[in-house]
Antibody
Framework: EVQLVESGGGLVQPGGSLRLSCAAS????????MHWVRQAPGKGLVWVSR????????RYADSVKGRFTISRDNAKNTLYLQMNSLRAEDTAVYYC??????????????WGQGTLVTVSS | DIHVTQSPSSLSASVGDRVTITCRAS??????LNWYQQKPGKAPKLLIY???SLQSGVPSRFSGSGSGTDFTLTISSLQPEDSATYYC?????????FGQGTNLQIK
């Protein structure tokens, strides 16, 4: 069974840092692209970042570029999101999601349960 | 960035109804369009990818169509468990933007 389990969320002050983790199991993690998507309370989905299976081809939303860093450890089957210089508007549930990218068509076919990040003083 | 607009933002329909949700991209995205369903407190679930391909395990009452800038998600016969928020997402180019969502309620 495919499982994605996020961790690392919590309460942080503005300007602070957090590192989210996403532990993958039940599939060959090293062959899938991976994404982070966030959802502010009561709001819609917002794409944050993606990383290719081999750790290359990284992209970010403009709203997090220069502050967030996506990475992965294929030996540990884990995806990461390092979040620095956090702002109140970064408050959201953060989901990791798997992307098989077959035939060049990106789609998020499995999602974790999400981890809540709250940025507040 | 490619902007994606969904309509309507909310709708209410009865069990057995045929329901259609539309998504319009700000520029041509060929068939790089996905549809997701999200229920309260849960993670999104992929329904349709590449505009019209049904994700494995998704009931056949869900279908997608369109190409270029205009796309449609259709539920052929609405069921009680289809009450949810539906999102389209373009995967033509990053940032992979989502529509604002359509809140579907059962009458």
């Amino acid at each position: 069974e495919v499982q994605l389990v996020e961790s690392g969320g919590g309460l942080v002050q503005p300007g602070g840092s957090l590192r989210l983790s996403c532990a993958a199991s039940g599939f060959t993690f090293s062959t899938y692209w991976m994404h982070w998507v966030r959802q502010a309370p009561g709001k819609g989905l917002v794409w944050v970042s993606r990383i290719k299976s081999d750790g290359s081809n990284i992209r970010y939303a403009d709203s997090v570029k220069g502050r967030f860093t996506i990475s992965r450890d294929n030996a540990k089957n884990t995806l990461y999101l390092q979040m620095n210089s956090l702002r109140a508007e970064d408050t959201a549930v953060y989901y990791c999601a798997r992307d098989p990218d077959y035939g060049g068509y990106s789609r998020l076919d499995s999602w974790g349960q999400g981890t809540l990040v709250t940025v507040s003083s | 960035d490619i902007h994606v607009t969904q309509s309507p933002s909310s709708l209410s329909a009865s069990v057995g109804d045929r329901v259609t949700i539309t998504c319009r991209a700000s520029q041509s995205i060929s068939t790089y369009l996905n549809w997701y369903q999200q229920k309260p407190g849960k993670a999104p679930k992929l329904l349709i990818y590449a505009a019209s391909s049904l994700q494995s395990g998704v009931p056949s009452r869900f279908s997608g169509s369109g190409s270029g800038t205009d796309f449609t998600l259709t539920i052929s016969s609405l069921q009680p468990e289809d009450s949810a928020t539906y999102y389209c997402q373009q995967s033509h180019s990053t940032p992979y933007t989502f529509g604002q969502g359509t809140n579907l309620q059962i009458k």
